[in-house]
């Protein structure tokens, strides 16, 4: 059964950049965009797995959704659009950070409202490179997540993550550390949704109660399932050069963005997102990490 709603958003909206941090690389199977610019999305809900396509025509988005978990989408979808965000009291305190928040009307922080699918992708990325997280997250998507038609599948629900097998992690590429910590968080899963109701650092803080959550991961969770504007993910190996680099012309530690960011306050991670937005990077001085398989293993 496929249900459908249109929506008129109040304000700016571009709805490719408030969707973009759910993305996990080019061939993921859990978005996709299509030729005519709409967004697939495959996710798990708190009703069930739904298969969600959200176009945008002028002012107005059109959303169709299949699946148990299609009403809930529908009902959130506002939300997931940023329509819960407000940036009405943000001051750029630096040049780089005013010409992208002039350049980028449309971008709002959006919030999926449900905190698995992005906390199970986040912990992939801990500590390995981007390349190696993408290809255990298409890998677990699509041999264990639900399939929902079009090529399109959900990252494995909870109840599925705690029945993998040793030899099944090895095949996707996911080393003890993370495995660990994905099966830690599968168990309390319900429980942690609460983080979504919480916000802000108590919501970071009840992430962190898990073994092997900490900081980076719990603020990339907040960034993407409530919207959190302050959550910096401090440890990260890119983010203080692009700030550093955007906002004063050299590297920074993690120190270092922690003081340069502190007048931003309560919406430190707004300056991150609109700096990553405008397309500001990291510097590359020499060769990229070797990305590992630990499949060879």
Known sequence: MTSERRWRPGYPLDVHAVLAPLRRG??????????TGAVLLARNTPQGPALQRIAQAGGEIAVRASGPGADWCLETVPALLGSGDDDSAFTAHHGPVAEARKRLPGLRLGATGHLWDVLLAAILEQLVTGHEARRSWRELARGHGTPLG??????????????LRDWEWH????DGARRRAIQRAAVVADRLEQAVRLRGEPGRALLCKVPGIGVWT??????????DPDAVSFGDFHIPSVV????LGHDLDDDG???LLEPYAPQRHRVVRYLEAAGWQRPRFGPRSPARDYRDR
């Open 26 to 35: 080019s061939g993921d199977p859990a978005f996709r965009t299509e030729r």
């Open 244 to 247: 550093g680099h955007a906002l």
């Open 257 to 259: 963005l922690a003081e």
């Open 150 to 163: 079009e090529g399109m599948h959900t990252a494995p629900a909870p109840a599925t993550v705690r029945g």
């Open 171 to 174: 095949r996707c590429g996911v």
């Open 218 to 227: 719990a603020a990339e969770v907040a960034q993407r399932a409530w919207g």
